[in-house]
């Protein structure tokens, strides 16, 4: 299937590592123009030309999506090498692990800014561009949380679920234009966030890493973590021309670990 994303332009957010580097790898080898952003140099410069050397069109920026300035630094890298985008993925760090009486005003108020604000302020500033070429793909990374609350992580359950909501709403703004808005919600996928999820398990638990990572097989039916390239595909399918059509919608990629008919 031509997924017709030859040419395009996508700012991948948060992808120097994990489930944003491989929508990156994935969007470059269909044949997309990127613009990567992560807060560490060193492992965003490594990805940067590890696409590079594998022909891929791609500028990369040092910038913390949870701050204006670093939206606006990956915005305007993306807008100077190419004076578009054409593909938004929204994505950052997870929230930190922990029940209710763990997180003070100040670890919600950074939560909200990582996962809720980074996703509208780098909407804010890509859609006028969208909306005058009359095409655009604005995608999501949320997580299975956003349809099922994952325990010990009332962040990520919580912010999840209005960045679901930004997204039903806006769908339907900007639908008129061409403009499809969609939520990507992996589940328990091999990447550093997981290992560092089981070793706090570990800790807390007192069990090890590799019992807490059981633990959570056990509850997929595919009896296996995701691999990042596997949430991947189904990024780039969505980005796609070929997806035109869906909008609104949460697709998670989840081994069959939501449990809801819908
Ligand atoms: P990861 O920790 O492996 O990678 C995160 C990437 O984001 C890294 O490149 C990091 O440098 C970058 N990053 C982090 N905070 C940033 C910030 N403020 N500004 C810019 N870049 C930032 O995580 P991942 O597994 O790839 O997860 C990506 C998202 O998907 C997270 O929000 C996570 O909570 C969510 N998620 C992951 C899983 C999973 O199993 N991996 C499951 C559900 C949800």
């Known amino acids: 299937m031509d997924l017709g994303l030859r040419g395009k ?8 590592r994990g489930l944003g580097r491989a929508v990156a790898e994935e969007l470059a080898a269909e044949g997309a123009r990127l613009c990567l952003c992560a807060r560490g140099e060193a492992a965003l410069e490594e990805t940067r030309a590890a696409l590079a050397a ?26 100077d090498a190419y004076d578009r985008v054409d593909i ?10 922990g029940p209710f009486e763990a997180h003070d005003a100040a670890a919600w108020e950074a939560a909200f800014r990582l996962t809720l604000r980074s996703a509208v302020e780098l909407t804010r500033a890509v859609l006028p ?6 095409w655009g793909r604005i995608l999501n990374i949320t997580s299975i949380a956003a349809k099922q609350p994952v325990a010990n992580l009332i962040l990520s359950n919580s912010l999840r679920a209005a960045v679901t909501g930004f997204a039903r709403t806006l769908a339907d703004e900007v639908a008129p234009y061409g403009i499809t808005v969609n939520n990507v919600l992996p589940g328990y996928t091999a990447t550093e966030r997981v290992v560092q999820l089981a070793e706090r398990a570990s800790r807390e638990r007192g069990i090890t890493p590799a019992e807490a990572m059981r633990a959570w097989v056990d509850e997929i039916p595919m009896d296996r973590l995701g691999e990042p390239r596997e949430f991947a595909a189904m990024v780039a399918f969505l980005a796609s021309e070929r997806a035109g059509y869906v909008t609104g919608q949460s697709v998670a990629v989840d081994g069959g670990w939501i449990k809801s008919l819908l």
């Open 9 to 16: 332009v996508a700012l991948v957010a948060a992808s120097s």
């Open 88 to 97: 938004l993925v929204n994505n950052a760090g997870g929230p930190p692990a």
């Open 129 to 134: 561009g969208m909306k005058l070429r009359r």
């Open 54 to 79: 594998r022909g891929a069109n791609v500028v990369a920026v040092a910038a913390d999506v949870s701050t204006t300035e670093g939206i606006e630094a990956v915005v305007r890298a993306a807008l």
